[in-house]
């Protein structure tokens, strides 16, 4: 057990980390194909595995800044208005009603933007499992979307369907939103978090759940903060990561065993870091200098150092290349790097990393996967890409527009159809009314 682990405390196990392993049930959602749990395609198939020049259309354009949940997105236009289109069931859209419906059960779904219930303006987004919050151009934190765990910092309702604001007399300046947990950075530097305190996961020294937002215990001053499953991490103004809530402790093949961090620690063997992203199994950060290192759990590749062996050192991924940033999911990640390509690396079974074939096989299930960065197919290049707490990417070209790929039976790709493997980005549609 790693130092700060609570001694003889109980090896837990599962995507709530409670009986059954993260990666178990990972598999679970990357095989759901096989279950007949996913929409059918009914998008026109197209198969290619050399890659060619994508073109993004006109109406793609106009972005500014993206998140990505477990089967919705949102994203912030150059305006500062706020879109979001995908999985809608838990208010996670923000819109209020909608009428669209996807998949076998035909729940509620958005296939293409949809401006978000507000006439604020946006500066940051963040998209959890099914919650949304946003940062306005005034500082002020609005919230919405699922509430079971008062991730959306809203007392008594379970779900939120449109914006409500968080903590409305405090300004933050970045959010992090998790699976079932919410953390966010104020003007000054201190840390909020609320929702889910399993395991530590609000790093206030207990395992409470809370709806009210009160900080970190540390002193420690911090410029941004990303959340995960029932964990956060965040970048101190010296430019050192600190972490709380599940943290990796050994595997024994596919289970992976975690413990509890109540506090926040800082992570050894980090140089400086400019960005980081906290993911279900995994946690991937880049240095100043745009080196990118990953840590825990790497049964299907995830961490992207050419090997399927975990670790609770930081180690760098294998690649050459200086990246800008990084951005973990549920066992898979992807970052942009100096030059503007998209890399992405771990599972591949609904297309997720941007190339139909990486050639590679991992785990029990042989799930398809890279264990390294490889570029997502299109030759285009971007500002910012983004994976989440889901199987889909987007990202933001440098002409500013939005494209996806990986899974869209909910819509989640923006582009107007439902499908369970788009493996080439398609551009997200202009927003609707």
């Not at 959602?29 to 198939?45: D, I, Q």
């Not at 991924?317 to 100096?338: E, H, L, M, R």
């Not at 290049?381 to 983004?386: D, E, I, K, R, Y």
């Amino acid at each position: 057990m790693m130092a700060g682990g609570a001694p003889g405390h109980p090896l837990l196990k599962s995507t709530a980390f409670g009986r059954r392993s993260s990666q178990v049930a990972a598999v679970m959602a990357v095989l759901c194909l096989g279950l007949g749990a996913c929409e059918r395609p009914t998008a026109p198939a197209l198969l290619v595995y050399a890659d060619r020049a994508i073109e993004p259309s006109v109406a793609s354009r106009g972005w500014s800044a993206v998140s990505v949940g477990s089967a919705h997105t949102c994203g912030i236009r150059t305006d500062g208005t706020l879109d979001c289109w995908g999985a809608a069931a838990s208010g996670q859209l923000g819109v209020g009603a909608v009428t669209g419906k996807c998949g076998r059960l035909r729940t509620a779904c958005e296939g293409s933007p949809r401006a978000v219930s507000t006439d604020q303006r946006f500066a940051a987004v963040s998209a959890g499992s099914r919650h949304t919050c946003a940062i306005s151009t005034s500082r002020a934190l609005y919230c919405w979307g699922e509430n079971l765990r008062f991730q959306a910092g809203i007392q008594a309702l379970p779900f939120v369907s449109t914006p409500m604001a968080v903590a409305p007399d405090v300004q933050f300046m970045d959010v992090g939103a998790g699976a079932s947990h919410t953390c966010a950075v104020r003007t000054n530097g201190v840390v909020y978090c609320w929702g889910d305190g399993t395991l530590g996961a609000l790093g206030r020294g207990d395992t409470v759940t809370s709806v009210i937002p009160a900080p970190i215990k540390t002193s420690e001053r911090f410029s941004l903060v990303r959340s995960g499953q029932l964990r956060s991490c965040a970048i101190a103004l010296d430019g050192a990561a600190w972490c709380w809530g599940a943290e990796w402790e050994s595997a024994d093949g596919n289970i992976d065993y975690y413990h509890s961090r109540v506090t926040p620690h800082r992570i050894e063997g980090l140089p400086l870091l400019r960005d980081i992203s906290v993911g279900v199994t995994s946690i991937c950060a880049i240095s100043a200098a745009g080196e990118p290192f990953c840590w825990e759990a790497n049964g299907f590749a995830q961490l992207g150092t050419g090997t399927l062996t975990p670790t609770a050192i930081p180690l760098p991924v294998a690649t050459p290349d200086v990246f800008t940033n990084v951005s973990v999911g549920i066992i898979q990640a992807c970052g942009t790097t100096a030059d503007g390509r998209a890399m992405c690396w771990g599972n591949n079974s609904f297309g997720q990393l941007g190339v139909p074939r990486p050639g590679q096989h991992c785990g029990d299930a042989a799930l398809e996967c890279s264990r390294q960065p490889i570029r997502v197919f299109g030759m285009l290049h971007f500002s910012t890409v983004a994976t989440g707490i889901g199987n889909h990417t987007c990202g933001i070209t440098l002409s500013t527009s939005m494209v996806c790929w990986g899974l869209g039976s909910d819509g989640q790709l923006g582009d107007g159809y439902t499908r369970d493997r788009q493996s080439l980005p398609v551009g997200v549609l202009a927003p609707g009314p």
